[in-house]
């Protein structure tokens, strides 16, 4: 078959690929996350296709917002001013009647107020009246960190818990949220008198053994936090048995406690005809069955705040910040829910319910239910209610979870921002500080401006929250990382008024596989036929036709594709035939060259090309010189580091190390972590090879003590490294399978290499070279003995050198050495008394410089107080790697 056949072919091929996991992608990300199967493949691709979507934020120019919208800041010239957060609520209850008096439409808090306020119990009292006094204006927040997976039954039981731990405070009667769904004959029934029995047992056996655990006779014997901690127990214990309610794993379907239920059970369905009469099992089994997966997310347990505050509160809503896979934000939930019981279970999110007192509006959710009892969100719609009849002002693009895209209108500060510390002064005016357009650059700049404060806060939606560093509210997102989490709810908020959202393709899932088969199949037609020159023109020219396109519908149209497919279809295909010419087409000395590059310096790897031969998979014996270095503590440094900075400084310490390596005529085996692995002598043979690796050995201490110097101007952690070196016969070549090889060296002296790079720690030396390389390069390297050791997994002893220079030792070095030889000899005549005196002058007259005399001290008083025995060779036996 010709080559423009098979490429062809090729190219089709990777587009029916490439169709067939886009069906399959788009029902991977269409389904709520919760429900999702795991998959490493697919949630990396996904990762991959959000950053690339993250470049068109990026590109496209900022816009600013005419919202009535401001985020009241804490921030962190008011903890400077007004004192560390959180303030009293006193202070809160002043800021927030300023507020309101000033004329603002709502104050929303991205805060919770969880414990009462025991240094001034008259605060919360303040803070309450407050609230009292303007429901319809103040909407408190809370949150949950429970997102849950419980089957699709089990939400009777959650609605219950929900209720049972405090969720009849966070969701009261609210005219502006409705849920219109087709209920169940079962969602009907009164199920609160039986969970109620439940759940008392399970929060009586709870205390039972919390009072146990601590000694204690009854519950009023129990401190402030150790009733704080039964009572999160018993919350939590009621949402981890809605997990298994109805399972095999229900502990009150136990042999022992069935009998005891079933009564229960029967009272709740006395009423259903179709269900009064079944047996308890077929009963059971009739509500399992009965119920499919709810698409909005579910969460357990939620914060709420101190009852003082949440009873007169009309409205309270949740501050989650929900996270794509790769821990960005970029969408924004709508609302959440604790099990699906209507008019309970629901709690909105805070820009969504701040929107809503803005009108007066009222959103209304649209659930549809499939004939099999599948449900999925239909549509989304707000309503303006001062009208008569209500007008229906927008239909939102809500996703199946109910969530919208954020539609960013830069990096932070975007929108108005008002230091918290501007509420507590009497001045006529207000610093606000905002982004606003450059007409030059056409660029967002920040600004600081003052307003009337009467003018500016009539009518606006306010959100208070932290902003300042120390508070920790965070996040990432596709403009910048470290965007305040207030500024999200802001957002969106902005992005309600406006109606400006940005929305995905909603038949995409249908047509872009297509799309993907066919222009692709057209691509590697056209990329078969063409050559190399003119295929990568067209490719070049096509990704940047694509790729304006692209960014034209995302900033004129709002409409964000998953694009990344089509890239990825085209860099495939493209890449698949250029492959396959490219191994028919090249010779395989390029392929060599290509891949021996990496590992040896290029005047090594045209060396090589000269004779492929010793590539072959297999080993041949030769005599060589092994080389190892690591960097010492490396592991307690990896510690300290995040990962993005732990790999730039292993980038910095690398990359020059390898290249001394090469320098020297040394090939590159591998790294391992921190440390480098190498060897002299081949792929092509050097009668110099101990001396090669020698002279890169100390080249790369002169190397270190210039990283030393540059990590601690750039406030990194301080490096040090051993290096071990050893001549001997070893195996070099192609080593692996006919699928995997690498070229590498194995035998025992490699492993003596390995040994003596570890050795370094017990003497305080850096290199340490064997007796067998000290014999090739004695005439051009000044070394000194300094132990005969028996290494961990050999039984010949080995005398074990410390390179020092190349050429003559000079001055202070030359005299250290004669003082250590001397007293070095005389500790091997055991003469120890003698050699302690000598090793102790040595270390003190080059103190730190000299850890090899402080070790021989030790030894040397160790034997003056316990003698050797009397067939002693002076061999010391090293008990680790």
Not at 170 to 175: A, Q, R, W, Y
Not at 476 to 497: D, Q, R, V, W
Not at 675 to 704: Q, T, W, Y
């Amino acid at each position: 078959m010709k080559t423009e056949k098979i490429s062809i072919l090729i190219g089709i091929t990777v587009s029916a690929l490439f169709m067939w996991f886009g069906f399959h992608y788009f029902k991977y990300v269409d389904t709520p996350a919760i429900q999702r199967p795991y998959s490493p493949f697919l949630e990396g691709i996904e990762v991959l296709d959000l950053r690339f979507n993250d470049i068109k934020y990026k590109i496209r120019p900022p816009s600013q917002s005419q919202a009535p919208v401001a985020l009241i800041a804490i921030d962190d010239a008011s903890v400077r001013e007004i004192g560390r957060f959180p303030w009293s609520r006193e202070m809160i209850a002043e800021m927030t009647d300023n507020l309101l008096k000033l004329g603002a439409k709502s104050v929303s808090f991205d805060v919770i107020f969880a414990e009462p306020e025991t240094s001034n119990p008259q605060a919360d009292s303040a803070f309450a009246k407050v609230i009292s006094d303007n429901p319809d204006r103040i909407v408190l927040g809370t949150f949950s960190e429970n997102l849950v997976d419980f089957q699709p039954h089990q939400d009777l039981c959650v609605a219950e818990a929900f209720l049972a731990t405090g969720g009849d405070q966070l969701v009261k009667i609210n005219p502006s949220f409705a849920i219109d769904e087709e209920t169940h004959a079962i969602d009907d029934l009164n199920w609160a008198p039986l969970f109620a029995t439940l759940f008392q047992t399970i929060q009586e056996r709870e205390q039972n053994d919390l009072l146990k655990s601590l000694g204690k006779k009854s519950p009023e014997e129990l401190s402030t936090f150790q009733k704080n901690n039964l009572k999160a127990r018993q919350s939590m214990a009621l949402f981890e048995y809605c997990k298994t309610w109805l399972t095999k794993h229900d502990i009150f379907l136990s042999p022992e406690n069935i009998g005891q239920v079933e009564t229960l059970y029967h009272d709740v369905v006395a009423d259903a005809p179709d269900l009064k009469n079944l047996k308890f099992e077929d009963l059971r089994s009739r509500i399992r069955k009965s119920y499919k997966t709810h698409p909005i997310p579910q969460y357990g347990e939620w914060t709420p705040n101190t009852l003082e505050l949440q009873t007169p509160a009309t409205y309270t809503s949740s501050f989650i910040a929900q996270l794509d896979a790769d821990g960005y934000v970029r969408r924004y939930p709508l609302f959440f829910r604790s099990g699906h019981k209507l008019g309970t279970s629901f709690i909105p999110s805070m820009a969504l319910q701040s929107f809503l007192l803005s009108g007066p509006y009222r959103a209304e959710l649209k659930m549809a239910t499939a004939k099999d009892g599948e449900k999925s969100l239909d549509q989304f719609n707000i309503y303006d209610t001062s009208k008569e009849p209500e007008v229906k002002i927008a239909s939102y693009p809500v996703d199946g979870s109910g969530q919208l895209l954020i539609n960013y209108y830069g990096r932070q500060m975007s929108l108005p921002y008002v230091s918290a510390k501007e509420l507590f002064n009497d001045e006529p005016t207000v610093k606000v500080t905002t982004s606003v357009m450059n007409q030059e650059s056409k660029q967002l700049v920040i600004q600081t401006k003052e307003y009337d404060k009467k003018e500016f806060f009539k009518d606006r939606s306010l959100i208070v929250g932290a902003t300042a560093v120390g508070l920790y509210d965070l996040r990432n997102t596709p403009l910048e990382a470290n965007y305040p989490g207030p500024e999200l709810h802001l957002t969106m908020l902005a992005n309600l008024f406006d109606k400006h959202f940005l929305r995905q393709w909603n038949q995409e899932a249908q047509w872009l596989p297509v799309v993907l088969f066919v222009g692709g199949t057209a691509l590697a037609v056209a990329w078969a036929l063409l050559g190399s020159l003119s295929s990568l023109l067209g490719f070049v020219v096509f990704i940047l036709v694509i790729g304006a396109l692209d960014l034209w519908i995302f900033i004129k149209h709002n409409l964000l594709i998953h694009s990344f497919l089509i890239y990825a279809c085209a860099f495939a295909g493209f890449g698949a035939i250029q492959v396959f010419k490219y191994f028919t087409e090249e010779k395989k000395k390029k392929e060599l060259k290509s891949t021996f590059s990496k590992y040896v310096s290029p005047a090594v790897v045209d060396e090589l090309l000269k004779d492929a031969a010793n590539l072959k998979l297999g080993g041949r014996r030769e005599r060589m010189t092994a080389f190892f270095s690591d960097v010492r503590g490396f592991t307690t440094i990896s510690e300290k580091l995040p990962p993005e900075e732990l790999s730039r400084v292993l980038n910095l310490y690398l990359t020059p190390m390898t290249d001394i390596v090469f320098k020297n005529s040394g090939t590159l085996d591998k790294y391992m972590g921190d440390a480098i692995m190498a060897f002299f002598g081949a792929p092509v043979k050097d009668p110099n090879h101990a001396a090669h690796a020698c002279r890169c050995a100390l080249e790369s201490l002169v190397k270190l003590k210039e990283l030393q110097k540059e990590f601690s101007d750039k406030g990194l952690p301080h490096i040090d490294i051993g290096i071990g070196i050893n001549t001997g016969e070893m195996s070099v070549g192609n080593m692996g399978s006919n699928i995997v090889q690498n070229y590498t060296v194995m035998g025992d002296s490699v492993n003596l290499a390995s040994r003596l790079e570890g050795i370094n720690k017990e003497y305080g030396t850096r290199i340490v070279i064997s007796e067998f390389t000290y014999n090739d390069v004695k005439d051009t390297f000044t070394a000194r003995e300094i132990d005969r050791v028996r290494v961990k997994g050999k039984l010949e002893p080995v005398r074990i050198f410390e390179l020092v220079c190349e050429g003559a030792a000079k001055d202070k070095t030359a005299e250290l050495m004669t003082s250590f030889q001397a007293g070095y000899e005389l500790y091997h005549q055991k003469r120890f008394a003698e050699a302690k005196q000598v090793f102790e002058k040595a270390q003190g007259n080059w103190g730190s410089e000299e850890p090899v005399s402080e070790l021989y001290i030790e030894r040397c008083q160790e034997y003056m107080d316990s003698p050797p025995p009397q067939d002693w060779d002076g061999v010391y036996v090293m008990k680790t790697k």
